[in-house]
């Protein structure tokens, strides 16, 4: 069980806009940025947003992250096949452990 | 460019030890906190634990607290895990990820290929 609550997957159609929730706490999303991570099938997991909504360099402005309290959301717009990955939030926890989502699976239909 | 390039994964039974290496290039190692990461089968991402730069500041997730030992060597621009006791639940694809960089801390910027480690009679 993960400390942070994902959705286990999420579809959507070429074109089309998504967005993946990601639950927690005041120990964790409640008092610390989020940040969110893609995972192509069969290769190590990518940094895809940091601070709740800032794109590293060489990410599409399709994608966009999203914080309120204890709650955050990563959102896709204009899908592409290739997005077709799992997606994992993850935050700072305050008893000083990274805790992470359980994961979405986005399936490009 | 950046590197992390893992090693000393593979077959273990339980109770026994393991130690894995992250060898990392590209950066001065020595400037950056690095974390292990893990990942069960078919499961999600697992933080496992953290270094500081120095080495001085040292977090373990609660299921490795007292059987895992995280360590580096900044001369040799290497990150270790030092890992005892092994349970069937320790399966997984354990990932170096470089941390604390231009993005900020506890967020991973550069992750290694993973190293798989298999605990089982």
């Known amino acids: 069980q993960s400390v942070l609550t994902q959705p286990p997957s999420a579809s959507g159609t070429p074109g089309q806009r998504v967005t993946i929730s990601c639950s927690g706490s005041?120990?964790?999303?409640?008092?610390?940025?989020v940040n969110w991570y893609q995972q192509l099938p069969g290769t190590a997991p990518k940094l895809l947003i940091y601070?709740?909504?800032q794109r590293p360099s060489g990410v599409p402005d399709r994608f966009s992250g999203s914080k309120s309290g204890t709650s955050a959301s990563l959102a896709i717009s204009g899908l592409q096949s290739e997005d077709e990955a799992d997606y994992y939030c993850?935050?700072?926890?305050?008893?000083?452990?990274?805790?992470f989502g359980g994961g979405t699976k986005l399936t490009v239909l | 460019q950046v590197q992390l390039v893992e090693s000393g994964g593979g077959l273990v039974k339980p109770g026994g030890s393991l130690r894995l290496s992250c060898a990392a290039s590209g950066f001065t190692f020595s400037d950056y906190y690095m974390s292990w990461i893990r990942q069960a089968p078919g499961k999600g991402l697992e933080w496992v634990s953290y270094i500081s730069s120095s080495g001085s500041t040292i977090y373990y997730a609660d299921s490795v607290k007292g059987r895992f030992t995280i360590s580096r060597d900044n001369a040799k621009n290497s990150l270790y895990l030092q890992m005892n006791s092994l349970r069937a639940e320790d399966t997984a694809v354990y990932y170096c990820?470089?941390?604390?960089?231009?993005?900020?801390?506890?967020?991973?910027?550069?992750w290694g290929q993973g190293t798989l480690v298999t605990v089982s009679s």
């Open positions: 601070s709740n909504n």
């Open positions: 993850a935050a700072w926890d305050d008893s000083l452990i990274v805790v």
């Open positions: 005041s120990s964790n999303i409640g008092s610390n940025t």
């Open positions: 990820a470089r941390d604390g960089g231009d993005y900020g801390d506890y967020i991973f910027d550069y």
